[in-house]
């Protein structure tokens, strides 16, 4: 088993990034977002399928020009070349969310 503390893992954006082939060779990885109010991704894909856990506040997506919302304890699910982008909610103090 490979154990790592989150502040060991590199912070790129806004986000602690867990790739799992760089850190212990599996085939998943994810990122733990603290995303400010306002902020967000620029529009991506990726080569992979996302799925999105929301911690706390609220953020919202837009997955292949379809807008959706998700709030605290909702999971969200892309697949892989999907066009995604995403903001974190003007009124939420923090947005908190792990994707994979």
């Known amino acids: ?3 790592v503390h989150q502040s060991q893992l590199p912070f790129v954006g806004m986000s602690y990034e867990f790739v799992g082939a760089a850190q212990s060779g599996v085939a998943v990885s994810f990122f733990l977002v603290n995303g400010e109010p306002g902020r967000g991704t620029r529009l991506h894909k990726h ?3 996302e799925v999105v856990y929301v911690i706390e506040g ?3 997506w837009t997955v292949n020009g379809q807008e959706q ?3 605290a304890g909702m999971f969200s699910s892309c697949m892989r070349a999907s066009r995604i982008s ?3 909610a003007a009124t939420a ?3 908190r969310l792990i994707s994979t």
């Open 47 to 49: 080569d992979y399928d």
């Open 58 to 60: 609220r953020s919202t």
């Open 86 to 88: 995403s903001s974190t």
């Open 1 to 3: 088993m490979h154990t």
């Open 69 to 71: 919302e998700a709030h």
């Open 93 to 95: 103090s923090c947005g």
